[in-house]
């Protein structure tokens, strides 16, 4: 809603400002078409033409998150600690009963009550990998958080890639606009004969181009780039949380404790409330009793 909220704001400022100074929309809307296609048009070649289909299907799909914002809410974080709690009460009661769940989460009564973090392979697979590994006896606590630190970089880099894609358009966009412009210039000048009315409103519509260029890139692509990158570090935090409460575990503190460990390292906004998460684990407790 808000992404909706600033698109709406960026017309009427700019638009509104420039009829409120005695401009004429004539000029920009008969020019709008004709200069959208040569730099809309180039600019998705150029986005097409520097990355692979992959990146392209997920650029496409990241620009949703500018206006539905991060994935995961702040009851996604209690409820990821809830199903960690679950995960590590259980390997230390009975290590041999942990297996059906971390080798068939799908399949998983415990993780069944979490869809929402059951359907995130991310999330699912280093969960389920390092407490597997745990069990294999590869429990040193500072080789393990290296290794997910490692696999928190890989995801972040993958993650990043549409926000810098979207950024290089967003670069090139004033420069296609210049582009657009001068072939309006041409246009122009083989009209040098005409008078001088006409050669004013083409020489004008040869200048929609260097503002569209200017006004997509500056009002629309690149914001939307930083969007996509906000949101993104938004989301990486509920995975550094499963890293923190594994690795905690795996110095063997209390399975209290290490909940409390990945509640504190939560930023604040996103952070459930000690007694929240007290009440939330009092009634997983009594369920599982």
Not at 154 to 171: P, T, V
Not at 228 to 240: G, L, R, S, T, W
Not at 251 to 272: D, F, K, L, M, S
């Amino acid at each position: 809603m808000i992404g909706i909220v600033g698109i709406v704001i960026i017309f009427a400022m700019v638009f509104g400002g420039y009829v409120a100074a005695g401009g004429k929309m004539g000029i920009i809307l008969k020019a709008l078409p004709f200069e959208m296609i040569m730099i809309g048009g180039a600019a998705v070649g150029a986005f097409v033409l520097s990355n692979d289909l992959p990146s392209i299907k997920h650029t496409v799909k990241d620009i949703g998150k500018v206006f539905k914002g991060a994935k995961w809410k702040p009851s996604d974080y209690r409820d990821l600690l809830c199903l960690l709690f679950e995960l590590i009460r259980l390997a230390r009661q009975n290590p041999v009963a942990i297996e059906e769940h971390i080798e068939a989460p799908e399949n998983s009564s415990i993780f069944g009550k979490y869809p929402k973090i059951l359907h995130d392979h991310e999330a699912v697979e280093m969960i389920c990998d390092t407490m597997r590994s745990a069990s294999m006896n590869y429990d040193d606590p500072h080789q393990v958080e290296e290794v997910l630190e490692k696999q928190l970089e890989a995801n972040y880099h993958h993650a990043m890639h549409s926000s810098h894609a979207m950024q290089s358009i967003a670069d090139a966009m004033p420069a296609l606009g210049i582009v657009a412009a001068v072939l309006g210039v041409i246009k122009t000048m083989a009209s040098i004969d005409q008078p001088p009315e006409i050669l004013g409103k083409m020489i004008g519509g040869a200048l929609v181009g260097t503002f569209l260029g200017v006004f997509l890139a500056y009002g629309f692509i690149g914001p939307f780039a930083t969007r996509i990158k906000a949101v993104v570090d938004e989301d990486a935090h509920f995975y550094k949380l499963i890293r923190e409460v594994l690795v905690a575990n795996l110095h063997n503190h209390a399975t209290n404790i290490c909940i409390e460990v990945g509640r504190q390292n939560t930023p604040h906004h996103i952070r459930p409330s000690f007694s929240e998460l007290e009440e939330a684990l009092k009634a997983v407790k009594s369920e599982a009793a």
